[in-house]
Every structure is written in structure tokens, then in C-alpha cells.
């Protein structure tokens, strides 16, 4: 199975920075399966980015996602006071299930 | 407006059973594929299972496999979760998950619902 690594662990960073958080495939895959979600404590995680690129419905422009092969990455452009939280990266698979990332935390 | 309501959570004992059940509504149902995943206390999401859209397929991390049963009733809008031979490792939130069909990704979560398995 195909293993997802996310770093940093945790990103310090300020209101107004730029955040870009990495997420790498022990082997080659499609951007078309893969996705970014958002988790703030004590609520289910949100849906950021699917397909690798497409932003999901409500989703400010400030995230983008990018990347191809093993490398792809999630950039906040200007963070907000409510991008503070867990983000996980995920890749559906040819065995038809899905794989998380272990997460890369955003704190102040 | 669309809606994931999980039930059926609760304290268990080792090797125990329980079945979990997610009501939906504000969408068709039919239309979409249906997923669990877990989160245990302080750590990150765990994929569970899949059903497909008329639940003639289902697929299963490897974690449950053989323990736990996915299904779906269609003329009720509900999601199950049959799971059995319960450990302390599948002590968890477990999350309703809507599939955002047009790929693949998971677009609309449960709050969740408890797992305890006590030793």
C-alpha cells in the first residue's frame, strides 16, 4: 500500500504569512486522487482541495494545491486567524480505499 | 441542508459487538457512494470502510476487514456499521462520511460517534 508522509509536523507561523505544507507518496501517483482536508479541534474535518488542484465548494482562493508524482503540496497564501488548525493530506487508491496523511498542524 | 447523524456509539467490552448507524437527509442518497472513518483520541483520521452507491460493493481498510460489515439501506437514507471482535485499538470517533462523486474525495462528515472498547 502506498504510504503518505506530511511535514512539517507542525508549521509556527503568523497571521498574514504564507503556509506551505507538504505531503509526499512512497510511490507515483494520479494528482486526480488526491485530496487536502481541514480539522479545527472538537469538529469533523472539512473538505479543502480534491483532485489535487480543484478547490471545493465555499473554499477562499487563498488555498491552493499543486503538485504531480510523489510531491504535492498545500499553500494558504495569507493566513487567516481561522486557518489555525490540523490539515491531512489523503490519496485514494487502486485497491479502492482511501490513505491519510498523519497530518501537519498550523499554529500561531 | 444536508445532514450526518451518526448513532450507536457507546462503552464496549473486549471482543464485543456494536452496530453503528448514520442517518442521512438534503441530498439523494442514492447518488452517492458512503464511507466510515475513525479518529482515535488525539491522533489523526483512519480510513474504515466504503459502500457503493446501490451497496452492492463494499471495501474495508485492513484494519477491519473480516470484523466489521458495511451496509446501507436505501429506502431509509441510513448507512451501518456492523462491528464485531471489537479491540482497544479501534477505540475511536467513527465519521459518517458522504463521497463527493465527482472524485475521489470525501466532501460532507458526521460529527461522529464514540467508540470506547474497555479492557
Known amino acids: 500500500d502506498i504510504v503518505l508522509t506530511q511535514s512539517p509536523g507542525t508549521l509556527s507561523l503568523s497571521p498574514g504569512e504564507r503556509a506551505t505544507l507538504s505531503c509526499r507518496a512512497s510511490?507515483?501517483?494520479?494528482?486526480?486522487?488526491l485530496a487536502w482536508y481541514q480539522q479545527k479541534p472538537g469538529q469533523a474535518p472539512r473538505l479543502l482541495i480534491y483532485?489535487?488542484?480543484s478547490r471545493a465548494t465555499g473554499i477562499p482562493d487563498r488555498f491552493s494545491g499543486s503538485g504531480s508524482g510523489t510531491d504535492f503540496s498545500l499553500t494558504i497564501s495569507r493566513l487567516q486567524p481561522e486557518d489555525f488548525a490540523v490539515y491531512y493530506c489523503?490519496?485514494?487508491?487502486?485497491?479502492?480505499?482511501?490513505?491519510f496523511g498523519p497530518g501537519t498542524k498550523v499554529e500561531i | 441542508e444536508l445532514q450526518l447523524v451518526e448513532s450507536g456509539g457507546g462503552l464496549v467490552p473486549f471482543g464485543g459487538s456494536l452496530r453503528l448507524s448514520c442517518s442521512a437527509s438534503?441530498?439523494?442518497?442514492?447518488?452517492?457512494?458512503m464511507h466510515w472513518v475513525r479518529q482515535a483520541p488525539g491522533k489523526g483520521l483512519e480510513y474504515v470502510a466504503s459502500?457503493?452507491?446501490?451497496?452492492?460493493?463494499?471495501y474495508y481498510a485492513d484494519s477491519a476487514k473480516g470484523r466489521f460489515t458495511i451496509s446501507r439501506d436505501n429506502s431509509k437514507d441510513m448507512l451501518f456499521l456492523q462491528m464485531s471482535s471489537l479491540r482497544t485499538e479501534d477505540t475511536a470517533v467513527y465519521h459518517c462520511?458522504?463521497?463527493?462523486?465527482?472524485?475521489?474525495?470525501?466532501?460532507?462528515w458526521g460529527q461522529g460517534t464514540l467508540v470506547t472498547v474497555s479492557s
Open positions: 489523503q490519496l485514494y487508491g487502486s485497491s479502492r480505499r482511501f490513505t
Open positions: 438534503g441530498f439523494t442518497f442514492t447518488d452517492y457512494a
Open positions: 462520511v458522504k463521497d463527493l462523486g465527482i472524485a475521489a474525495a470525501l466532501n460532507f
Open positions: 483532485g489535487g488542484s
Open positions: 510511490q507515483s501517483v494520479s494528482s486526480s486522487f
Open positions: 459502500v457503493t452507491r446501490k451497496g452492492d460493493n463494499t
